[in-house]
């Protein structure tokens, strides 16, 4: 296990992206950005050695910074990825296994851009590792365009749900700047692996929220002691459902009443929770329904607000992900 143990400073990062440069432009700039970067700060890139996708982007721009770049390759994807032939080392081994393990061994921490089921393999495998205490690296994906966005909202749930610990949910950087990525991985301090229960290190929060859309504007509100707007609703008492809450809070904040046959399930998201410090995470169960009466802020709501996708900066961070999933539903504009 020592010979894939972290070094006290960074030379190389592993890079695990896919042999194909995806349908955005922004794919193909983001691994050319990060490449450059790493050549700047005279770190060396260790890759899968092929010359074609982001692959080949993220190299070529390693290269003609000059920087270091080593390639490891099995044998039989020699032809078949185009192994790149500019390299400063091209390392052919046996087979996937091999090229993995060399992969590993090779870097000193580890970043995956935008890929298929073979980077996604090979980071959740460095992940594992982490886990397990075979090496104490950093790691994180570059969420590029949003391309790992709701492979992030996966983890945090099977956090929620008790099968990732908070401890190593943390541990792995999710990030949409290459520039804050490398800079969060270069200074993280990965601990040694600990194998009892941390569920406590976490705080979670269940919420449910109503969702209503108007002239392409949702509604939203603010509490007297919140700086960020967020979708009206709120935490169950005990024994409640979920429209039970959502009636509820609904007539303590809006002074409506929301009819209960007109209420569906529209998405559940988990997020961090705005407010509550950086271990808190909030699971909010997202609901429309007609309401009678017209919405009015009372008690502790200080404004109302009906916001567009424009205003995401102004919401809480769960809420900027209802916003973008109603966008890609064509709900709003």
């Known amino acids: 296990m020592t010979d894939i143990a972290a070094c006290s400073k960074p030379r190389r990062v592993t890079v695990y992206c896919g042999s194909a440069t995806g349908t955005r432009p922004e794919y193909t700039e983001a691994a050319r950005t990060l490449g450059t970067l790493l050549a700047e700060q005279g770190l060396?890139?260790?890759?899968?050695?092929?010359?074609?996708?982001?692959?080949?982007?993220?190299?070529?721009?390693?290269?003609?910074?000059?920087?270091?770049?080593?390639?490891?390759?099995?044998?039989?994807?020699?032809?078949?990825?185009?192994?790149?032939?500019?390299?400063?080392?091209?390392?052919?081994?046996?087979?996937?296994?091999?090229?993995?393990?060399?992969?590993?061994?090779?870097?000193?921490?580890?970043?995956?851009?935008?890929?298929?089921?073979?980077?996604?393999?090979?980071?959740?495998?460095?992940?594992?590792?982490?886990?397990?205490?075979?090496?104490?690296?950093?790691?994180?994906?570059?969420?590029?365009?949003?391309?790992?966005?709701?492979?992030?909202?996966?983890?945090?749930?099977?956090?929620?749900?008790?099968?990732?610990?908070?401890?190593?949910?943390?541990?792995?950087?999710?990030?949409?700047?290459?520039?804050?990525?490398?800079e969060r991985l270069l200074h993280a301090h990965v601990p040694a692996a600990k194998f009892e229960s941390t569920a406590s290190e976490a705080v979670w929060i269940d919420t449910v929220a109503w969702v209503h859309v108007a002239d392409n504007a949702v509604l939203h509100v603010r509490s007297v002691d919140r700086d960020a707007f967020y979708l009206p609703g709120g935490k169950r008492e005990l024994g409640?459902?979920?429209?039970?809450?959502?009636?509820?809070?609904?007539?303590?904040?809006?002074?409506?009443?929301?009819?209960?046959?007109?209420?569906?399930?529209?998405?559940?998201?988990?997020?961090?929770?705005?407010?509550?410090?950086?271990?808190?995470?909030v699971r909010m169960i997202c609901y429309t329904g007609a309401v009678d009466g017209q919405p009015e802020a009372s008690g502790e709501i200080a404004e109302l607000a009906w916001l567009t996708l424009a205003d995401s900066e102004r919401c809480a961070p769960a809420d900027r992900i209802v916003l973008a999933l109603l966008a890609e539903r064509g709900l709003l504009h």
Not at 246 to 274: F, K, N
């Open 44 to 182: 060396g890139l260790v890759y899968g050695g092929a010359q074609i996708g982001l692959m080949g982007v993220v190299a070529d721009a390693v290269l003609a910074a000059g920087g270091e770049v080593i390639g490891v390759i099995p044998h039989q994807l020699v032809n078949a990825e185009v192994a790149h032939p500019g390299l400063t080392d091209l390392l052919v081994v046996e087979d996937m296994h091999a090229r993995k393990m060399t992969m590993a061994s090779l870097g000193d921490a580890f970043i995956a851009l935008p890929g298929g089921p073979g980077t996604f393999e090979e980071i959740f495998e460095m992940w594992t590792w982490s886990q397990l205490g075979i090496h104490r690296k950093p790691l994180g994906f570059l969420n590029v365009a949003g391309y790992y966005e709701h492979l992030r909202q996966f983890v945090l749930h099977a956090t929620l749900e008790g099968f990732v610990r908070p401890a190593h949910t943390r541990a792995v950087a999710f990030d949409d700047d290459p520039i804050s990525l490398l």
């Open 240 to 281: 409640e459902h979920d429209r039970e809450t959502l009636a509820r809070e609904l007539a303590e904040e809006l002074g409506v009443t929301i009819c209960l046959d007109t209420v569906e399930h529209l998405t559940t998201v988990v997020a961090p929770a705005h407010g509550h410090g950086a271990e808190a995470v």
